[in-house]
Every structure is written in structure tokens, then in C-alpha cells.
């Protein structure tokens, strides 16, 4: 197997999608085999993380890898006013594959133009984060039995979220019908609405949360409004508190409804909820773990169950 970079969820077709769940599921059952002696991997948080840098760490360590890297950049070089472009040439020296998140829309592109060592999109700015997408498509597939034929409701901030961006275009490959839950200022952009209509994806939009909008619903994905995303604070101020779920709103919902969220969380889903069965957020965090397993051997050109064989 080659090693391959992954920027956006459309870089993996349907196939490759599902190949990665499966693997995903082998990883849950076998998470600490030492298939990465010998690799070192380079995590470079840009941004700040919890999750995301962790659960990819995690990931590296039960799998006998090293992993050097940064979670603060003002430690590093680039507060000396190194570039992105050096600072990738020079860790391209020292790793096997390099995991980075930035705040700039396009920065993990732009790291493959400059460098042969793959990566990985751990989360560029408002465009995409498909490591996160992974583990979404695994938690669903785990909590639904299946990816076709169903419901998503995506609720918060559809407009800056990477995350529900990336889903939508996963989910695109299977049966599902959306609703867009989400005030004007934060509606789900245009671009995404134009890809729902050219690849004949059902969907809505409405600014309407209530038991009514989630009813139907299999998979209820909550956002965070961000506050970094914001250039006008104001506008924050005005729209953050629009869309919050409490555990009341659950009572006539489907048995199988569950609740995703990528976290951090901020007040859109209320304490009350964590101890309802149909909260998943926390099992979904966990599933990344399993979900970047997976991905990080692609990305290496490791097939997992041959390399564990070995
Ligand atoms: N979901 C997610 O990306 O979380 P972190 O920002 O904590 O990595």
C-alpha cells in the first residue's frame, strides 16, 4: 500500500470510507498491537485541541509509534516568524507522517504542496475534518447498525462548522435525508446547499428547534457556536444561545435517536442530558480514538490486520 494524505473527506471514496470503518472496528477489538515500531509522527496543533491531539496521540502510542510535536505554537519557531511552509520542511525531516491542525482554511493542503510526507487534516479553520468525520460515520454506523436510510439533524453553527461540513459530504455517499437547524447567520453556506441539490440529497432548512424539528430524527448532531470564528462579537453575542437541548425535549423522540456532538460543548447541550441513554457524545470522543487508529495506517500504507500478523 502507498502512503496517501488526507485533507478533506473527498479525498477517500465510498470504498475507502468503508474499508476505514472496518478497520476502525478491528482497532476497537485490537487497540494495542505495535504495528508503528519504528514510526514517529508528528502531531502540530496550530489551534487549540483536547480530542482531536489526544485521541491521535493515543492512537500512536498503543500502536508502539513516538510521537514528537507542539500544542502551542507561540514554544515554537513561528513566534520568531518561521513560515508554515519551513516549519513543515523541516519536521518532514524528522517524522513518517504529520498531523496538523491550523486556523487557516487550506494550510493542510498547502502542507502537502510542500512536503513528499503524508498528512493528515486534524482541522483547517471553518473548511474541513475528516478525522472527525471518520469517527462521526463510525459512531453512526455503531449506534444505527447501518449508514443508509436515515435522519440527520445538524443544529448550532452550520455555517462555521468544519465538522458538519465534512459529514454532509461523507454521508452523501449513502441514503440520508438532513435538516438544517440554524438561525440566518449561521445557515449551512450555500456551497453545501448547492451540493445537496446537485447530487440529489434530500434535505431542509428551517430556524425552527423543537420536539416537532427532531421527531423523526435518528441522529441529532449538535454544534457549538464558535466564538473564535467570529470577526463581529457582537453577532456572537447574539446568536450563541439559540439552539440549546435539554433532556425534555427527548421524550417523544425515536428509541434509536442518538446524540452526537464533536465537543467541546459550551451550553447547546444542557448537564441534563448526559444520563439520558441517548446521549453519545462522550462514546463518540472515544470512538476517534479507534477511527484515527485506522486512519494514520492508511496514511502509512500499513494494512492493519497483515502488519499485526507479522
Ligand atoms: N472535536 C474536536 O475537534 O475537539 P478538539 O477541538 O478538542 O480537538
Not at 475507502?16 to 509522527?41: C, M, S, T, Y
Not at 448537564?271 to 476517534?288: E, I, L, S, T
Request: proline share 4%; net charge negative.
Amino acid at each position: 500500500m502507498k502512503t496517501q494524505s488526507i485533507v478533506s473527506i473527498d479525498n477517500l471514496s465510498k470504498q475507502e470510507i468503508l474499508d476505514l470503518l472496518r478497520d476502525a472496528e478491528w482497532f476497537e477489538q485490537h487497540p494495542n498491537h505495535k504495528i508503528l515500531d519504528g514510526k514517529v509522527i508528528a502531531t502540530l496543533f496550530f489551534e487549540p485541541s483536547t480530542r482531536t491531539r489526544l485521541s491521535f496521540e493515543t492512537a500512536v502510542n498503543r500502536l508502539g509509534g513516538r510521537v514528537i510535536g507542539f500544542s502551542d505554537p507561540a514554544a515554537t519557531s513561528t513566534s520568531k516568524g518561521e513560515t508554515l511552509k519551513d516549519t513543515i520542511k523541516m519536521v518532514s525531516n524528522y517524522v513518517d507522517l504529520i498531523i496538523m491542525r491550523h486556523y487557516l482554511e487550506g494550510a493542510a493542503q498547502y502542507a502537502t504542496e510542500v512536503t513528499e510526507v503524508p498528512v493528515i487534516n486534524a482541522g483547517d479553520g471553518a473548511h474541513q475534518h475528516p478525522s472527525q468525520t471518520m469517527l462521526d460515520l463510525y459512531s453512526i454506523y455503531k449506534t444505527q447498525g447501518r449508514l443508509d436510510d436515515i435522519t440527520v439533524t445538524m443544529v448550532g453553527d452550520l455555517k462555521y462548522g468544519r465538522t458538519v461540513h465534512s459529514l454532509l459530504q461523507a454521508l452523501s455517499h449513502f441514503r440520508v435525508k438532513f435538516r438544517f437547524i440554524a438561525c440566518d447567520e449561521l445557515r449551512m453556506p450555500r456551497e453545501f446547499i448547492s451540493f445537496c441539490e446537485q447530487h440529489g440529497i434530500d434535505y431542509e432548512e428551517t430556524t425552527e428547534f423543537s420536539p416537532a424539528t427532531i421527531s423523526d430524527t435518528d441522529i441529532l448532531y449538535m454544534t457549538r457556536v464558535q466564538r473564535e470564528r467570529f470577526a463581529d462579537l457582537s453577532e456572537y453575542e447574539r446568536v450563541k444561545d439559540l439552539y440549546n437541548l435539554n433532556n425534555a425535549m427527548l421524550a417523544g423522540t425515536r428509541e434509536n435517536l442518538r446524540i452526537l456532538h464533536p465537543l467541546p460543548r459550551v451550553n447547546e447541550i444542557h448537564v441534563d442530558v448526559d444520563d439520558n441513554p441517548k446521549a453519545y457524545y462522550f462514546q463518540q470522543a472515544k470512538n476517534g480514538l479507534f477511527a484515527r487508529q485506522a486512519m494514520i495506517c492508511k496514511c502509512l500504507g500499513i494494512n492493519p490486520k497483515d502488519a499485526a500478523s507479522k
